[in-house]
């Protein structure tokens, strides 16, 4: 399995690989922007206490689907957006944590517990949610059989935490994880970062495929797109490797598991690996900044978030992108030694250096042109702009014959677009929408 | 704080949506992004963005231009002072030949600039900078005597017909400069093709002749001799000291100018070798056909790549990316197929000499077919996820 397509550009911000613990935070919170497809429905009041592993919220697709408080204290503040939608739930922290608890489960009792029960104490401890479903990364249906599960041990963005690093210590609760999924499915894929080999010594046995360092070869998309061979094979699991050992600390403890590690990047600064707790506040985990940067939880495929909300469910790394300088006169003439492009139209690209890009379009969006540099990077091997073509036409059979849902919505497409074409988005809502209609 | 930038910022109000002149917005995005890189922060993700935009894009096709034009003002020039028995040094051949092709180009690029404002004020959008190397190319592909009341008329046509009736930039069929070309080629026939083409001759009378690829050899002389007496030696051909169209003529211009928008992936490689691969293997085969000496057919593809605007069409008119087809096998064959059309249409056709300009009109005509066709055939190949 050789994915050549993908980002190669060299960035800056390599997060160093030393671990330190950060303070307490004074608030946590649980956040429905990163979890895709929900329709929330509030469990909790304003000014309510709440335990570690209160339930907040649930789905209402399916109420079984918890999101559980990572701390103790009280419902600060719930938060809404435009039309009444759900940011986020903000709890005060206590001194103290006081856990809803359930009976631990020892790695040699886990076959005790019966297929049912064992999904039902994984959903009541707001833990099934770590598992989600291609090919729309919805959470996993536990009433069919997964063809196989992905773990992966990279996270979504380029810095992400080290697996190595989140491996740590933890390598009995991920054995524990691993047989967990077997449960549920015997095809087991563990798939890490070629880079990320170095500090995977002791999970080395259990590691199945070892992808190219490109962006995005680590996605489960885009590993299930190289390893398929069968159309069944498409409505895989995944699960990423923080959340498959936050599962086992569940099962093993009968807790809410209320540690996570993240990384935060900024321009060259190599920051160390961060302890702290699920949903912690972004000011705490960002420091300080240049007032006009966007941080967001992944360059390429994260979100932008609000420094006063707080980090998501499945996130685990924060990136802080400086503001562009201002408008540059007779920018398009220069020879653009500090320009980096994946193209071949400035000088830069002679130039092997870790570069910095910075949060702005560098052009101004036009008409597609049809000069297929999305093409050339699509790691799924896509026509992103004929799926657009045909989306705008709204032929959503064309897009899905053209291979729509294998989209592992990377940004490439748009990252590369010399039109400055909103593509990723673009296709992102064609699949969405296609999800919704299949609901129902 | 620059001055230039006040200047825009003065102006600004004037040109918003309540000012007095807010139907020419347009105009002054086009003229303001001209002078500053404008770079809005990403509102979604992906939140980094690569630094080629669309100007970019066309300021190196542009750049690519560069030899074929300069070249071209020097060829009117030198072709000028020769009719006129004269012989030039580099720099008035060059001055002269510049003071003939300028008017052409700034016809052009006003014309077509007031139709690209024109529309674009009526339909709201931002002027694209495709327009800058259309107003380029067509010049390129016109005799230098070509009365500019014409060059005029053919822009308008190339623009609005061959582009903005389709829905603008990156919604035509045809490329809007060979479409622009096409017309005066038909409508105007006599300034178009026949007799040489040599600008300011009008010192001198009844120049005649033909152009390399109306030459034929009569009585048992062949081709090449009949062509290296008229002064259509192979290395006159290659550098492009011989009359013709003001682009056309040197090949080893248009070769760098192919060079730098390969190297530079602006151009689609595939289109500009399957290309010249089709020309060179029609005019193999034709060169192979027995009883043909004295006519194109047995000129053989070194000549054939060489003579007339083969090179320059396939370079910088079949690249565009917008008429060729998006798909990696439908470019190897719209290339291949516009090298043998070019070869058949000039050997088969006594009614065209030239045959670059309507093979490529044909083939982007084919286009979509092309990319249907391959794109049937992966999605074939695909496991699909439905």
């Not at chain 1, 104490?121 to 959470?139: E, F, I, N, S, V």
Request: overall charge neutral; charged content about 20%; glycine content about 8%.
């Amino acid at each position: 399995m050789a994915p050549s397509k993908g980002f190669k550009l060299k960035l800056a911000g390599m997060p160093d690989t030393s671990v330190i613990r950060l303070s307490r935070p004074a608030t946590v919170g649980v956040s429905a922007l990163d979890i895709p497809h929900i329709r929330p429905k509030l469990l909790v009041k304003e000014k309510e206490a709440v335990k570690t592993g209160t339930p907040l919220f649930h789905d209402k697709r399916d109420p079984d689907i918890r999101y559980v408080s990572p701390g103790t204290g009280t419902v600060k503040q719930i938060r809404f957006g435009p039309r009444r939608r759900l940011i986020e739930v903000v709890i005060a922290l206590d001194g103290m944590d006081d856990f809803v608890a359930f009976d631990p489960v020892s790695p040699a009792d886990l076959n005790t517990l019966s297929d049912p029960d064992l999904i039902d104490r994984l959903k009541q401890g707001g833990m099934w949610q770590t598992l989600r479903q291609l090919p729309a990364r919805d959470t996993a249906d536990s009433s069919t059989p997964p063809p196989m599960i992905i773990v992966c041990l990279n996270g979504n963005d380029l810095f992400s935490p080290h697996p190595g690093r989140v491996l740590q210590n933890r390598i009995k609760q991920f054995e524990f994880g691993l047989a967990i999924l077997q449960r549920f499915s015997d095809r087991i894929i563990v798939a890490a970062r070629k880079s990320a080999m170095d500090r995977l010594e002791p999970v080395k046995h259990r590691i199945t495929h070892q992808v190219a360092d490109i962006y995005p070869a680590w996605d489960p998309g885009a590993i299930l797109y190289h390893i398929k061979t069968k159309a069944e094979e498409n409505q895989a699991w995944y699960i990423h490797v923080e959340g498959l050992i936050r599962m086992a600390q569940f099962l093993e403890t009968g807790r809410y598991p209320v540690e996570t590690m993240v990384t935060v990047t900024k321009g060259h600064d190599k920051k160390p690996h961060m302890i702290t707790r699920p949903g912690a506040p972004v000011r705490l985990l960002a420091g300080n900044y240049p007032s006009d940067s966007v941080i967001t939880t992944g360059q390429l495929n994260g979100r932008k978030v609000d420094p006063d909300t707080h980090l998501g469910f499945f996130e685990t790394t924060l990136n802080i992108l400086p503001n562009a300088p201002d408008d540059e006169m007779f920018g398009f003439l220069k020879p653009g030694l500090n320009k980096p492009t994946v193209s071949k139209t400035f000088l830069s690209c002679l130039v092997n250096k870790e570069v910095q890009l910075d949060g702005t379009l560098h052009g101004e969006e036009r008409a597609c042109i049809n000069c297929g540099y999305c093409e050339t990077i699509c790691p799924v091997d896509l026509m992103p702009s004929f799926i657009m073509k045909a989306l705008h036409g709204d032929d959503i059979e064309e897009a899905l014959q053209l291979g729509l849902l294998d989209c592992c919505r990377c940004g490439l497409c748009s990252f590369t677009c010399p039109s400055k074409i909103e593509l990723t988005q673009i296709l992102s809502l064609g699949m969405d929408t296609h999800h919704k209609d299949k609901q129902g | 704080m620059n001055p230039i930038k006040k200047i825009f910022d003065l102006l600004e109000h004037d040109f918003s949506e309540s000012g007095n002149f807010a139907k020419l917005a347009p105009l002054f995005d086009a003229t303001k992004t001209f002078f500053f890189l404008p770079s809005p922060k990403t509102g979604i993700g992906p939140f980094i963005r690569d630094h080629l935009d669309l100007k970019r894009y066309m300021s190196v096709v542009l750049l690519s231009l560069m030899p074929v034009l300069f070249f071209g003002m020097y060829n009117t020039g030198f072709q000028s002072g020769l009719a006129r028995g004269e012989s030039l040094d580099f720099w008035s051949a060059f001055l002269s030949g510049a003071w003939v092709v300028m008017p052409i180009i700034i016809v052009s690029y006003a014309v077509g600039f007031f139709w690209e404002i024109l529309f674009a004020a009526i339909r709201r959008h931002p002027i694209s900078e495709g327009f800058l190397v259309t107003g380029m190319l067509f010049p390129l592909t016109l005799p230098p005597t070509i009365p500019l009341w014409q060059v005029a008329l053919g822009i308008s046509f190339g623009v609005v017909i061959g582009k903005e009736i389709f829905g603008g930039t990156g919604r035509n069929i045809l490329n809007p400069a060979l479409t622009a070309r096409a017309f005066v080629f038909f409508s105007y026939p006599v300034t178009m093709s026949g007799n040489v083409w040599v600008a300011g001759a009008n010192a001198v009378d009844g120049i005649t002749g033909a152009t390399a690829l109306a030459v034929t050899a009569d009585g048992g002389t062949s081709l090449t001799a009949a062509l290296a007496d008229q002064g259509f030696s192979l290395p006159h051909l290659f550098f492009g000291l011989v009359p013709g169209s003001i682009g056309e003529t040197s090949a080893l211009c248009c070769l760098i100018g192919a060079a730098i928008l390969m190297i530079t992936r602006i151009a689609n490689y595939r289109i500009i070798l399957g290309g010249m691969a089709g020309l060179i293997l029609t005019a193999l085969l034709t060169w192979l056909l027995p009883g043909t000496s004295g006519t194109w057919v047995d000129a053989g593809p070194i000549y054939h790549l060489c003579a007339g605007g083969f090179l320059f069409g396939i370079s910088f008119m079949a690249t565009d990316p917008v008429s060729a087809p998006g798909t990696n096998p439908g470019r190897w064959i719209f290339g291949f197929l516009i090298g043998f059309l070019t070869v058949i249409l000039r050997v088969a056709n006594p009614a065209f000499a030239e045959g670059v300009m309507l093979a490529i009109l044909f083939m982007n005509v084919f286009a979509p077919l092309l990319d249907h066709l391959v794109m049937k055939h992966r999605i074939s190949k695909r496991i699909p996820n439905v």
